[in-house]
Structures are given as structure tokens and as C-alpha cells.
């Protein structure tokens, strides 16, 4: 496998460099590059500039309204607008429900939801973790019962990532409760916008309340939002996380962490601070840059030699990725140093212009290093994915 960079990709990363010179309102850079808290519109205005541009679905095929890149200019797209400031893309309608959809889901559905997750008419969240039910997901306990042409469903859902603005909720919920747990487990597309849902945002460790709790009761779905065929959920719902563990690999995330880094280190030595000057700090930016471009060279390696979907390999990436964003926030914080301590909850949202003592980037050091404590839970725990490695790749 040639992993160099051809005249075609050269020319790729250099118009989406372009691209997203020009067209990133300056606002958002701003937000994302100081760890400061993205406003909803702030996510939808981006969303909207890419689609008009005909890059609002980096990852579909060009039939459902996608670019039809391969996964080389996928990861260069990633890269290059992430190390600009661009925001992530929201992940539960582009990377989660959409390729559910596409392969799964019948033709009204496609029709339907698919050109709206491009513009962001629909907000969707992700419906799978519940009290009890994080790691051992199948044991959930969400019930939706068959009435007529409609289901009731009545449950708790938790840790709803941007659930507070969501319109839509993919959910798994518990069709048939005497089946053996994955086999009666159907995904149903729910309506947020109705009368028994009850969101309830989850304060956080970085200050923040971007993680909700949703309720259901006796919330109605139609059967027309059933995806696939009923009980068959644990099936699309293995297939979308794959896809979402790929993307919690976080590429782009981290070379754009790696450059504030840098960053940081260069303001603190033209300051004269000691430790920057600390030979064992640039020992361990060299070590982490290295690291960061081995993991690009593995996705690179994943996403050539997958053709039916994310596999197993998934399980590596999510690994690797979600360590490597915990050790970039951590150096961030030891070269922050004493000046983190201006960790400030209410400047990264915006209620403050108080920069605090230090470098530029020094006061939303702390923040960012509490928040990627979750990195290594989120989309199934790095211990669970371990066990799918030594399953389904070592075969013990």
C-alpha cells in the first residue's frame, strides 16, 4: 500500500485549505481555537456553507446527495478544516443515522431525512446509552409497544450528547421483552418536538451541560419511523457505532490540538517561562506529533482496506485516538502550567471577556483537559473495545 500523497491529493488538500481560508466565518474559528463553547447556529452555519459548496456530506455516495471521496480526501477534508477551526461535524446525522439509512432504511426514509441531515433541518441525537445500560447495552430497557399503525414508548435515555437541541432521536428500544436481549431490540425514529419528552441537560466536569437526560413517556412513533425490520435494532445498531468509533478516532481533532500546542510551548519560551525550556517537554511534543501521524497512517490503512463498512478495526482507532486526544490536553495543561488555573466556565461560554494570566491559549487549558476525560468512556469504553479486539481480530 503506497501511503505518499499524489498530485491529486496535493491538489485536494490544497482547495479545501483554500476552501475553508475563505469561507469559516471568522467568529467560529475564533470559538474553536480558543476551546470556547460553539452557539447551535455556530454548527448549522458551517453545516450550510459546506453544502452549498456540495461538500455537506463528506462521507456519502454521490446518489444520496454525498461528495463520493474516497477515504484519502475524506481524511484530508478532516484535517486540513480542522486545523483552520472549522467545528466538527455533527456526527449523529452525518456519521450515525445517515449511513444507517442508506443501507438499511426503506426509500421514503431516504428520501425524506437524508437531503434534510445535509442542510441540518433535523437535529439529531444519538438514543442508545440508559442508566444501567452503558457498556452492556443490550441489557436496555426502553419499551416501545406496538398499538395499532403507531408505537407507545416509555423510557430514560442519558448522557444525550447536544440532546437539548436535537428534533430527532434515533432510539433503540426493547420490542419484544422475551427474546433473548440483542434479538428484541428494534431502532425507531422518535420525534423530539412532542408532548411526554422531558430533556434534562447533565452539568459536567469542564463546567459545561453539553450531555442530557431524555425522558419518554408514552411518547408515539409511527410505524413508518421503524428502520429495518422490528427486532433486528442490535443489528444497524453494531453497524452504527463502527462508523461512530471512527470517527471518535478524531484525526483532524488532533493535529488541530498538536498545532495549539505548539503553539503554546513557542509562546511560553518567548516568555522565558522555565519549563517550557525544559528539554523532556519538546521530547514529549515529538513524541505525541510521531504518534499523531502514525494514527493518521493507520485510518489511512483501515478505511483502504474496508469495503463493507467499518469493521473491528474500528475498536484500534477509537483506542488510539481517544488516548491521544487525553495526552494532547494533558501537555496542554503542563505547559499551561500555574496559569490554568484561570479555568473559567464562564468566559468559554462566552459571559466574560476575561483572558486571564499566561499565553493565549493557557486559559482554556484546564477545561479542555477535564472535558476529553470522557473520550476514553464515550461510544462504548476503551475496556469494552479491547474485548471486540481480542474476539473478533485476535480470536481468543
Known amino acids: 500500500m503506497d501511503l505518499s500523497w499524489n498530485e491529486h491529493e496535493i491538489a485536494f488538500r490544497e482547495q479545501v485549505r483554500e476552501f475553508t481560508e475563505k469561507n469559516l466565518p471568522p467568529d467560529i474559528r475564533e470559538k474553536q481555537m480558543h476551546h470556547r463553547r460553539l452557539a447551535k447556529d455556530d454548527y448549522i452555519r458551517w453545516h450550510r456553507i459546506l453544502a452549498q459548496q456540495g461538500w455537506g456530506a463528506p462521507n456519502w455516495p454521490k446518489e444520496y446527495g454525498g461528495t463520493g471521496w474516497n477515504a484519502v480526501e475524506r481524511l484530508l477534508f478532516e484535517i486540513e478544516t480542522f486545523k483552520a477551526g472549522a467545528p466538527r461535524l455533527l ?3 452525518l456519521t450515525m443515522i445517515g449511513p444507517v439509512l442508506i443501507k438499511f432504511g426503506n426509500q421514503q426514509q431516504k428520501d425524506y431525512y437524508l437531503p434534510r441531515i445535509i442542510t441540518v433541518e433535523d437535529w439529531w441525537c444519538q438514543g442508545y446509552s440508559e442508566p444501567g445500560s452503558g457498556s452492556d447495552l443490550a441489557s436496555l430497557k426502553t419499551r416501545a409497544e406496538r398499538v395499532g399503525d403507531k408505537y407507545i414508548i416509555n423510557g430514560q435515555k442519558t448522557w444525550t450528547t447536544l440532546g437539548h437541541h436535537a428534533d430527532w432521536m434515533f432510539c433503540l428500544c426493547r420490542t419484544d421483552p422475551a427474546a433473548k436481549a440483542q434479538r428484541g431490540i428494534s431502532m425507531i425514529l422518535i420525534d423530539l418536538r412532542q408532548p411526554g419528552v422531558t430533556v434534562r441537560p447533565i452539568k459536567t466536569l469542564d463546567g459545561g451541560a453539553e450531555v442530557n437526560e431524555v425522558w419518554l413517556e408514552n411518547v408515539e412513533a409511527p410505524i413508518e419511523n421503524l428502520v429495518g425490520q422490528e427486532n433486528e435494532g442490535w443489528t444497524y445498531a453494531k453497524y452504527l457505532l463502527g462508523h461512530e468509533r471512527t470517527g471518535i478516532a478524531g484525526i483532524g481533532h488532533c493535529h488541530r490540538e498538536l498545532n495549539i500546542l505548539k503553539r503554546m510551548v513557542n509562546e511560553a519560551m518567548a516568555s522565558g517561562d522555565s519549563l517550557s525550556l525544559d528539554h523532556r517537554v519538546m521530547d514529549q511534543v515529538n513524541q505525541i506529533e510521531a504518534q499523531v501521524l502514525a494514527l493518521e497512517m493507520l485510518l489511512l490503512r483501515v478505511a483502504a482496506d474496508s469495503t463493507a463498512g467499518p469493521g473491528p478495526q ?23 502550567g500555574p496559569n490554568a488555573w484561570a479555568y473559567d466556565p464562564a468566559w468559554m461560554r462566552q459571559e466574560n471577556d476575561f483572558h486571564g494570566p499566561g499565553g493565549e491559549f493557557d486559559i482554556g487549558a484546564a477545561a479542555t483537559y477535564f472535558d476529553n476525560r470522557k473520550t476514553t468512556i464515550y461510544g462504548g469504553t476503551n475496556e469494552i473495545q479491547k474485548g471486540i479486539i481480542v474476539k473478533h481480530i485476535i480470536g481468543v
Open 91 to 93: 456526527s449523529f446525522g
Open 314 to 336: 474500528a475498536s484500534i482507532l477509537k483506542i488510539r485516538g481517544s488516548e491521544l486526544q487525553q495526552e494532547l490536553a494533558r501537555l496542554q495543561m503542563q505547559v499551561a
